[in-house]
């Protein structure tokens, strides 16, 4: 008997086409076999569903409804501990009380029991919390805590879907931002959300960017678990989990705008910031270097590494785990052209640790080499070349210096690095002339100090880059737009170089900030983040400080 039962219920439950199929099906299931509290659950389901849909009909709703709580409370008779039939009955109750009918429990209850026997089933988390949330004004402060709760657990690492369905449920209860405050988890995802939401509707800057420092506060202290798990598993020779790792800090790093500038708070350090990123790097270059054997850098991973190392000791180690692995050419061979980027990487590595006289000792050995060069080595020798002369820069030789960016440029690099390194020089040998030809031709190089953006127009959530070539330094800049609406006041967010420097509504149509350019290439961002806008000019001009 209680085989048939099973299948008569499965019938109803996954079968059956139509409410009453499923009804006669689950009556027939308890003639045969009245002990299974799935078929009182199932009865229970598809009474509700049914009062659900006959609101308009008084009579069949509430018929519907009771039938419903009978059912739900028979199975729970037989199986007190079902978590789904605690949630379905709160359901059934909740609604009857919608439509004035007296009800056996407190709905409230049993969400609660549904939550509370439920262990990690955050989906059970989640609905219960969703409907208690609706209906927060009813609420006990004790019953809010609980809601609150809920809700916190059951969106953490969840996505934005489930987020931004309550988000919209608190938008319409009227967006109190103490409300939001009680059950959002503190996870960067969920507050990346927020602040998302916050900024498309047009709502309050204060708490958007707040929420967006505290997102990269946490994406901080991710970065800071990941590194830690990627170093302990290249201690233990596990080269490739350690790239994995280090990879997955250097992500959560880069998602980081610096937003607590803005949001007046102080929640992350930026020193700490920069050393996360340097031991991430650093983890990474061993890494490849490990499962390479090899300099070869197509993805720049070793370089992007030098490039980030300020501290001498940490470079000095490096030096020696490459000099372990006999990819250093310390011998510096007769015909260094051979082996360009090996040599230009020695060079950039012993420039890094201020061995200028040894990067100008290079010039000898270039002297006495016969070997042709190949269009392949040309972008390494001009390198090197470079290296020479800022070398004899150090150490105070402007002429020497000279002469090597010269030779650069013959070689065909014009690059910034070397021309600016080649104006100092005709300064400090007081060449006017020549200097003033090479500043032209830096001029020619760099960006323009205006720059028309054409009337580019950006849509809502779209974001457009300004590639820049400066000789770095502070900078004012100033960006007209305009909205698409002459009553709209778009959310505007300006980026430079990663780093927010501008985000407002602009019901001036102008955005002025200042920012400090690096020496060569910067990157300008800008999103339209609540509604689209058409840009104008940008205009560059030094910043007097």
């Given at each position: 008997m209680s085989a048939w039962n099973a299948r008569l219920c499965w019938r109803a439950r996954d079968a059956a086409k139509t409410p009453d199929e499923k009804v006669r099906l689950l009556r027939r299931a308890e003639a045969v076999f009245p002990w299974n509290s799935a078929v009182s659950f199932e009865l229970g389901r598809v009474y509700f569903e049914q009062g659900a849909e006959s609101m308009a009909d008084p009579a069949a709703r509430d018929d519907l409804f009771r039938k419903s709580i009978d059912s739900y409370l028979r199975s729970l008779?037989?199986?007190?501990a079902s978590a789904a039939a605690h949630f379905g009955l709160g359901q059934a109750l909740l609604y009857a009380g919608y439509a004035g009918l007296p009800t056996p429990l407190p709905y409230f209850d049993e969400y609660r029991r549904a939550a509370e026997l439920t262990g990690h089933d955050s989906q059970i988390h989640y609905e219960a919390g969703k409907v208690l949330f609706?209906?927060?004004d009813s609420l006990s402060p004790e019953e809010r805590d609980f809601a609150a709760g809920l809700l916190k657990r059951s969106m953490a690492g969840k996505g934005q879907e489930r987020v931004l369905d309550l988000l919209e449920a608190w938008y319409l209860a009227g967006h109190d931002a103490g409300l939001i405050d009680r059950i959002l988890p503190e996870d960067a995802a969920a507050l990346r959300t927020y602040a998302r939401f916050l900024g498309e509707r047009s709502l309050s800057l204060e708490d958007r960017l707040s929420a967006l420092a505290r997102a990269e506060a946490l994406e901080v202290a991710r970065a800071r678990t990941e590194l830690d798990r990627a170093r302990r598993a290249s201690e233990s020779l596990m080269p490739a989990e350690a790239a994995f790792r280090a990879g997955l800090a250097l992500d959560a790093l880069g998602s980081v705008k610096f937003y607590q500038a803005l949001a007046g708070t102080e929640l992350l350090d930026p020193l700490e910031f920069k050393a996360l990123q340097r031991g991430a790097r650093r983890v990474l270059a061993r890494s490849w270097i490990e499962e390479t054997g090899s300099?070869?850098?197509p993805e720049g991973i070793i370089a992007a590494y030098v490039e980030a190392?300020?501290?001498?000791?940490a470079?000095?180690?490096f030096e020696a785990f490459l000099a372990e692995r006999r990819l250093l050419d310390e011998r510096r061979a007769v015909t260094p052209f051979q082996s360009l980027k090996t040599l230009a990487f020695r060079m950039g590595l012993d420039f890094k640790l201020g061995r200028y006289s040894r990067v100008a000792d290079v010039e000898g050995l270039l002297a006495s080499s016969s070997t042709v060069l190949a269009p392949s080595g040309r972008a390494s020798y001009a390198r090197i070349l470079r290296l020479i002369g800022q070398a004899n820069l150090e150490l105070n030789d402007a002429i020497e210096a000279a002469a090597f960016f010269e030779k650069a440029r013959e070689v065909g690099s014009d690059s910034l690095d070397v021309l600016l390194g080649l104006e100092?020089?005709?300064?400090l040998l007081e060449d006017e002339p020549k200097a003033a030809g090479v500043?032209?031709?830096?001029?020619?190089?760099?960006?323009?100090d205006q720059v028309d953006l054409g009337g580019q127009a950006l849509a809502k959530g779209q974001t457009t880059r300004v590639d820049l070539l400066t000789t770095g330094g502070p900078r004012a800049f100033r960006l007209e737009f305009t909205s698409w609406g002459p009553e709209t006041s778009p959310l505007v967010s300006i980026f430079l170089d990663g780093?927010?420097?501008?985000?407002?509504y602009g019901d001036t149509g102008l955005a002025e900030f200042a920012g400090t350019l690096s020496q060569g290439r910067a990157r300008l961002e800008i999103q339209a983040v609540s509604a689209p806008i058409d840009l104008g000019r940008l205009s560059i001009s030094i910043e007097i400080r």
């Open positions: 008779r037989l199986n007190p609706g209906h927060w300099l070869d850098d190392e300020d501290n001498p000791a470079l000095g180690e100092r020089c005709y300064r500043r032209s031709a830096i001029g020619r190089l760099t960006s323009p780093r927010v420097v501008w985000e407002k």
